[in-house]
């Protein structure tokens, strides 16, 4: 008997291509979980709906949107870390225990050094929701990305600059591999996972699409651009610098800094199959509005 799969924000920009997977799988039941407000027009034909806040749904809510789920799927990119402690709370209150949790993760594999630095709150919040589920007995199934491509791209966020093109490094990142992963390819990895036999509820997995060398990155731009990609390296002091501009630019110099110094292990790699994975080329050509 086919699961049931439940998805949150099944609009978003990652949930719209894990519920498309998913339907287009025939492997199992869909449940688009969505606010009140959310366009549904583009979701696929078979899919079922039922409304639920992920912020501000009570204990209630979740229980009765969770009805007769075996697997959810979560793809919300923002929330307040309190919700994030809310709706597990919710989760471990649920008469019948989930097969599996996916949560919003989808992140680089971070190092206990790299995850428990407070400052760095997009990652840290993750760390203290993975906490508290474990507390509650909420076993989570983490899927780990590298860096999500549309952020890959955005201005200066790893040292890329497009439209200028620039690029600055810091430590070996020339030659150390940058795992990147689009949005349709995780969402295709996530929705065959869930559906696979393969899949342990409770393990972390790893779904990268290709990693790219700092080289790689730079020769791509140079020739999508038709001149030679101005060259910059990061100081220690410039990454600690960017500390100074939030959470993202705390992410943002963390991240710089690991590429630098090349870890990114693959926990339990996952490959779809049937989904070519994107050159450096196409994405370079994606980013520039040309592809």
């Known amino acids: 008997m086919s699961p049931t799969i439940a998805v949150l924000a099944p609009t978003g920009l990652l949930g719209n291509f894990i519920v498309k997977s998913l ?77 599996a949790y996916v949560p919003s993760d989808y992140s680089v594999p971070w190092t206990h050094g790299e995850e428990d630095d407070p400052a760095n709150a997009i990652v840290y919040t993750k760390v203290v929701a993975a906490k508290k589920a474990k507390e509650l007995g909420v076993q989570l199934t983490p899927v780990l990305n590298g860096s999500f491509e549309p952020f890959t791209f955005f201005p200066g966020f790893v040292g890329i600059w497009l439209e200028e093109n620039k690029a600055k490094f810091y430590g070996k990142a020339l030659e150390n591999p940058l795992p990147v992963t689009s ?84 926990v339990n790699p996952f490959k779809p199959q049937g989904v070519t994975p994107r050159t450096v080329a196409d994405a370079v050509a994606s980013a520039l509005g040309s592809k």
């Open 23 to 99: 339907a287009e799988s025939g492997k199992a039941t869909v449940v688009a979980l969505h606010r009140a407000s959310s366009d549904l027009s583009k979701l696929p034909k078979g899919v079922q709906t039922r409304v639920l806040d992920y912020e501000s749904a009570s204990a209630a809510d979740v229980h009765k949107a969770l009805e007769g789920v075996d697997i959810l799927v979560n793809a919300v990119s923002k929330a307040a870390p309190d919700a994030d402690i809310r709706f597990l709370e919710a989760l471990a209150t649920l008469p019948k225990k989930l097969t």
């Open 183 to 266: 949005p349709a390819y995780l969402g295709a990895g996530v929705a065959q996972l869930v559906t696979s036999p393969e899949f342990t509820p409770g393990k972390t997995y790893t779904i990268f699409e290709q990693s790219w060398t700092g080289r790689q990155l730079v020769d791509a731009i140079a020739k999508a651009k038709g001149a030679e990609t101005t060259l910059e390296t990061f100081t220690d002091a410039e990454l600690e610098g960017l500390r100074a501009n939030g959470p993202l630019g705390v992410l943002s110099g963390a991240l710089i800094k690991k590429w630098g110094v090349g870890e990114f292990p693959e």
